[in-house]
Structure formats: structure tokens, C-alpha cells
């Protein structure tokens, strides 16, 4: 435990549907949802608007519908988060070598190792600025915890939200800690917690006078020496910089069982494609291709294949997860496919099998054939019975261009017919308008800058403007901070 709180968590308010609310004006107060729309689909982020309906991340989509009917329901745009996402981390590595994501939206930052704050006054007023800073670039809001610990700066942001500040000074950790929830502690999930529930420890408090020998007794010796450190407000982990991914997967659930053998094969090499694409986009490569099929009846296969060296080369990843699906039985149905890589390494060994330029000759006709429908269903054939143009899906949220009426989102498609409102970012809420799905002028476009003049933040935190202070920020510095 440090001895002043230096360490800082920052974690933005409900992000993507709060992205999702600055990009679109006619969004703002309302409630957002999104997520997977199909029939399996789940919630990844919903707005307070929605939480205060009762629906929450993990939630099935379906039962989130039912419990906000007139939400907006949208599909991800993970191109818009990882924009802002990296101008918050660029944000931060101005204040620390030492910041360790955790998330697109989440982080911890060594105060300390950046020399910018040393004691609570300059903490505070860093997280102040940094809130401030935040909301002049991205245009959302991110709440900030700071203390001597990771676990209690995490619970302090936890506890600062929305839109907040909270800094737990060094001395007050037992009594902040003692009245809470044992689920307030990292690694008390549902199980754990229901475990100790049964032996008569619900708060906190329980656990630091249940005394270790007695949670090693109920949950083991390593779990037990944690939890009771946990309780009594120690935590001495370092903030570290470099978090090294152990494996790199992706995978899709799909709304409709696929039957089709062929179908399941196209849907794995799309995988393949996308999984290699985040292994460059980290800049590694991987020698183990994994294969994961969750069947008709919930059972759930995996298949692996080590290869000979590295490698990022999409058509040997592509190859390998064709092999593995081969050894599984696919005729009953398959609801859930995913293709991952283990085994990362920083380098490549592009002659593994002597297939490069198959794989080349692999990559050229897969681009010449049209783009095959994924988990999101494609329009349905307009009235007259014409189909939509190959590849154009007209996702709910996402961003178009029509040549006559210019940037929008989509609201929905079906029947042949997709609607579009336009707006944007820093517009009043704009018209609806409904046009075929083929019509020629309307375009998938890029998503636009949710702020259309950020402020230079070029020599922050070295001098930090006047007109960012935070009492003249969005909210007073009053109103935004907080302490036990």
C-alpha cells in the first residue's frame, strides 16, 4: 500500500451506448442498448436510461426488449470506440509511462512513476483536469478513482460513477471497505459469494474478523490468503505497462442454427480472417490455431493445431481451422463458431509450408466472390423481389451517406427498405427518411469525430488551459469529486 493515492483508475461512463448518444444528437436521453439485435444476441452496453429500466450488460438482448420496448437497439461500431479509446490512452501516457489497460475504456495509471502528483491535493486536482481534458476531446465522460491501491482505486471509480471523482486517502481503506458487499472484492463472483453468504459473511467486515485460517478453510489456501489481505484494504500489485495477451480469438453466435456444411466452413474462414486481423493489428503472430463449435444441444467442441513456427499469414490460419473443423460432427446443427490463436510470439516464419503463394491465389478469388452474409441476417428482398447489392447489410446505428442528404445512421432495414436519419455529432436531431436498400446514392460511410473542434490538449498536463479548469468544466470540481 502506498502512502498517498497515486494510483488512478479511470473508467468511461457506459461507453459504447454513451458514444453512441454524442454521435447521435436525436439519442441523447433516451435510452440506448447495444449489442447482438439477433435472437441470441446479448447486451454489451446499455445507458443509464436503459440501466434505470433494469437492463445491464450480459443480458440476453430479448429480455432486454421486453424490458425497454421503445430503447434504441444498435450494433456495435468497434471502428468509432477504438478511435476515442485511443485518444483517452493517449491521454493518459501523457501523465505515466506506467498505464495498464484493461478494456478500450479502462485503466489504470501510475501517478507516481509520471512524477505528476505526490500527495492527495495534487492527485485530485490531476484527476480534476484529466476528467475535464476527457470531455473537451471525446465529448463522454469518464469517472476516476484514485488511492494507494489498484483494487481501491477500481472500487473508488466504481463508487464515482457516473461522471465522477472519488480518492480514498491512505488509513481509510478498513472503514470504506468494512459495510460493503463481499462481491465489492476482485474474484468474489456469484459462486464465492453465495459460498460465503451460507457461512454467515455478506459484508466485508465479515471477512476480516472470520481471520484467514478460517477462509482457507472455505474457499483454500490461495483464494483465502487473498480474500483476507483483500478485507483488511491491502493489495500490492504494480501497474503494469505491458499486459501480455496470451491468446488472440474471436467468435460469433448466430441467430438461425447453420446446417449447411459448406455455410459452417465459409463462416470459420471469416473468423480465420478476423482473428489474423487482430494479431497484426497487435503487431504479434501465433503457432496454436484453435477452433471452438457449440453444437444444436449447447455442447461446445474445441480442436487445436500446433504449427511449426509463428506465423500471421491469414491463409495457413484459414487452412488450419478448415482441417480442425473436419474432425467435428457439424450435422446436428452449430450455433456458436470461433477461431482463436495461442502461443504469441512477436516474430513470423512466413515459409511454414511452402504455401504462400497458394495462399495468395487463395486471398485474390476469395476477394472476386461476393461477400457472404454473417450472424447479422442481410435485408430481405425488396417488394418486387430484387435483391439488396452483395455486402450492403444496413446494420441499426450505423453510419451512411446519401449523395443528396448527407451523413446519417441507419434506424432499421427489412422488406426491402432501409431508414436512415440524418444527423450528426454537433447538429440539432435530424429528419428521417426511408429509401431501398439498393438505392445507388445511399453509401456505408466512416463515423465522424463525436467532437468537431476538440481543444489542443498539445502541452497538457505541462500547462493545463484556463478555460479547462474544472470548475468551469461541465460540472463544478465541487459537484464531481468525492471522498469517504
Known amino acids: 500500500m502506498r502512502p498517498a493515492p497515486t494510483i488512478l483508475h479511470l473508467d468511461m461512463d457506459a461507453f459504447y451506448a454513451s458514444a453512441e448518444q454524442a454521435a447521435k444528437p436525436s439519442l441523447r436521453g433516451k435510452p440506448v442498448v447495444v449489442g447482438g439485435l439477433g435472437m441470441r444476441g446479448v447486451v454489451a452496453t446499455a445507458s443509464y436510461e436503459a440501466r434505470r429500466l433494469g437492463v445491464h450488460s450480459a443480458m440476453p438482448m430479448a429480455q432486454a426488449r421486453r424490458l425497454a420496448p421503445n430503447a434504441a437497439y444498435l450494433v456495435p461500431r468497434f471502428s468509432l470506440y477504438r478511435t476515442v479509446s485511443d485518444q483517452v490512452m493517449e491521454l493518459l501516457g501523457r501523465l505515466s509511462p506506467l498505464v495498464e489497460p484493461l478494456s478500450l475504456d479502462e485503466a489504470f495509471v501510475d501517478l507516481e512513476a509520471g512524477g505528476v502528483a505526490d500527495d492527495s491535493a495534487s492527485a485530485r486536482a490531476l484527476g480534476v483536469q484529466l476528467r475535464t481534458v476527457i470531455r ?90 487473498a480474500l483476507h489481505r483483500m478485507a483488511q484494504g491491502f493489495d500490492d500489485r504494480p501497474v503494469v505497462a505491458e499486459r501480455d495477451a496470451k491468446s488472440v480469438s474471436v467468435e460469433d453466435t448466430f441467430d438461425v442454427d447453420l446446417h449447411d456444411r459448406v455455410r459452417v466452413r465459409t463462416e470459420v474462414e471469416r473468423l480465420a480472417d478476423r482473428c489474423v486481423g487482430r494479431l497484426r493489428d497487435a503487431g504479434r503472430s501465433g503457432r496454436t490455431v484453435v477452433l471452438k463449435v457449440r453444437r444444436y444441444d449447447f455442447s461446445t467442441l474445441t480442436r487445436s493445431e500446433t504449427l511449426r513456427g509463428p506465423t500471421d499469414d491469414p491463409g495457413v490460419v484459414r487452412e488450419a481451422a478448415a482441417r480442425l473443423l473436419e474432425a467435428v460432427d457439424t450435422t446436428g446443427g452449430v450455433r456458436l463458431l470461433g477461431v482463436g490463436v495461442t502461443g504469441l510470439a512477436d516474430f513470423t516464419q512466413e515459409d511454414l509450408f511452402a504455401q504462400a503463394a497458394e495462399a495468395e491465389q487463395a486471398e485474390v478469388a476469395a476477394a472476386a466472390e461476393p461477400v457472404a452474409a454473417g450472424p447479422v441476417a442481410a435485408d430481405a428482398a425488396a417488394p418486387d423481389g430484387t435483391a439488396p447489392p452483395s455486402g450492403h447489410r444496413w446494420a441499426a446505428g450505423h453510419d451512411v451517406r446519401h449523395e443528396v442528404h448527407g451523413h446519417g445512421w441507419v434506424q432499421g432495414s427489412g422488406v426491402g427498405r432501409v431508414t436512415v436519419r440524418f444527423e450528426e455529432p454537433w447538429t440539432a436531431p435530424g429528419r428521417v427518411r426511408t429509401f431501398r436498400v439498393d438505392d445507388p446514392e445511399l453509401r456505408p460511410a466512416d463515423p465522424l469525430p463525436l467532437v468537431r473542434d476538440p481543444v489542443d490538449y498539445s502541452s497538457w498536463p505541462a500547462s493545463f488551459p484556463k478555460s479547462l479548469s474544472g470548475a468551469d468544466g461541465p460540472e463544478g470540481a465541487d459537484g464531481a469529486e468525492s471522498s469517504p
Open 136 to 225: 473537451a476531446v471525446t465529448g463522454l465522460s469518464g469517472s476516476v478513482g484514485l488511492a494507494g491501491s489498484k483494487m481501491l482505486a477500481k472500487i473508488a471509480s466504481e463508487e464515482a460513477k457516473p461522471d465522477g471523482l472519488m480518492l480514498i486517502e491512505p488509513g481509510t481503506e478498513r472503514d470504506l471497505l468494512a459495510p460493503k458487499s463481499v462481491r465489492i472484492l476482485p474474484g468474489v463472483g456469484p459462486a464465492t459469494g453465495d459460498h460465503l453468504r451460507r457461512a454467515g459473511m455478506t459484508v466485508v467486515q465479515d471477512l476480516a474478523e472470520a481471520g484467514e485460517a478460517e477462509l482457507v478453510r472455505l474457499l483454500g489456501k490461495a483464494h483465502g490468503v
